[in-house]
């Protein structure tokens, strides 16, 4: 039977290993990313904190101050680095026939 | 295929906010930032703080330029040290613009490792001075933490 544990997720987005002389051995925590701003956090069930899941980037958010989804991160660099607006749509003309 | 790159280095002696590393890949390259470890070699003491990675954008006032090692030593020189360059921290000018990407509470007897998954990487806005640092944000004493990042470019 596979037992997973209750701090553990699958897929997670980065793995934090603590060393401390006073612990027996070696803490492993799984931690999630938002797709929006790349902010890390510690998987820990039961927290209390807010996170959310944006549908239409299809990953996580840390929470309600990125709930406004202007694209994942990946996009929001391009649009900076091209002067534009973060999240702002490029329209491009379609020729049609009258 | 990505090249991978470390360096390593510590902060100066100055009471927090005190940038350990700063990885600025400016405009020459995007440094995706897959690996950190921190940890302090001073005598052990029961001090805590709260390490940051932060993405900025400036690199505040230039502390050493630490040694940019390849991991593949194949591998052509780092674009990151032909630019901007990284620099441990300093006692004055910190970089600005800081926001935090990972928030690391730690005792100073204690090494923290933090991998992340590939497609989940700290990735810097490829414009002048941006960049990635290791920061030592709050703590409860003053003391020197020492930190290693390994990126891809």
Redesign the interface.
Known sequence: MLVVPKHSIL????????????LPHEQQSD?R?CIH?????KVEPGSGRLRGFCMKCNGPICGPRCSECHGP??KV?ED??AGRVPGSKIILSVPYRI | MAKNYSISGSNASQAAPATVLVVAGGTACRTRVFDIVIGSSPAPADNAALYQICRVTSIGTSGSNPVIYALDPIDVTSLVSSTLGVYTGSASGEPSGPVALLDIPLNMRATFRYVASPGAEFINVLSATNGISLRQFTSSATFVATGTLIWAE
């Open positions: 897929r997670p987005h980065g793995v934090g290993i603590l060393a401390d002389p006073d931690y990313q701003c790349q902010k890390s956090w991160f990946e660099c900076i680095e």
